[in-house]
Structures are given as C-alpha cells and as structure tokens.
C-alpha cells in the first residue's frame, strides 16, 4: 500500500477495535493518523459475522464486560450503533451433518 502513511504522523497497523480505539484518541489529539487492515472489514474480535449458516456471533462478545465506560462515553458508541445484549444461548456446536447443539439460556 504504496503512500499509505504520507503526510500521516501515525500509521497504525491493524484495525481491531483496540486499534480504532487508538486511532480515534491520536485523531482527536490532532495527529493525522492512517489506519491499515488486511481485511475487508475492521473492528477485529468485535466483529459479528455468520460462522454458520443462520448462526452469526462475535468472538469478543465473552470480553464485553471489559470495555471502559470511559471509551464508550468518549467516543459516543451508542450513537454509533453499539448495542449490548444479553445471549439466550451459551453454547452452540456444529454437526458434521448439517444439525447442531444449542445448550443453555432456557
């Protein structure tokens, strides 16, 4: 990626949700920062994505706990969309034939 990081104070390499976290507090500091990611989509473990068919979860979701109320009241998540909800379900496995195992949450 050929002039990426040009006229950029900081070019952050990796767009999890940590790193977009750095990125916001550098970019309100008045750095001029680039962010850099191999994927498609940023965000990281906090992604949801379909893992299954008709099954979509996020890999972090267990670590919500561990988000600061300070970050989510500095960067105004909620307005931009941050929804925590409760899982019905703790545990989900796949079958080689097509079914599955749902266990918990009544």
Do not use: W
Not at 34 to 54: C, D, I, K, M, Y
Not at 64 to 69: H, I, K, T
Request: aromatic share 6%; charged share 15%; hydrophobic share 40%.
């Amino acid at each position: 990626m050929a002039g990426a990081g040009q006229g950029r104070d900081v070019l952050l390499v990796g767009g999890g949700h940590n790193g977009l976290v750095c990125a916001t507090y550098l970019a309100r500091a008045g750095l001029k920062v680039s962010v850099l990611e191999r994927r498609p989509v940023v965000g990281g473990a906090a992604v949801t994505e379909e893992f299954h068919p008709g099954f979509r979860n996020s890999v972090a979701s267990y670590t919500v706990s561990l988000l600061q109320p300070r970050v989510i009241a500095d960067l105004d998540l909620h307005a931009h969309g941050l929804r925590i909800v409760q899982r019905k379900r703790s545990n989900f496995l796949p079958l080689p034939d097509g079914q599955y195992l749902l266990t918990g949450g009544g």
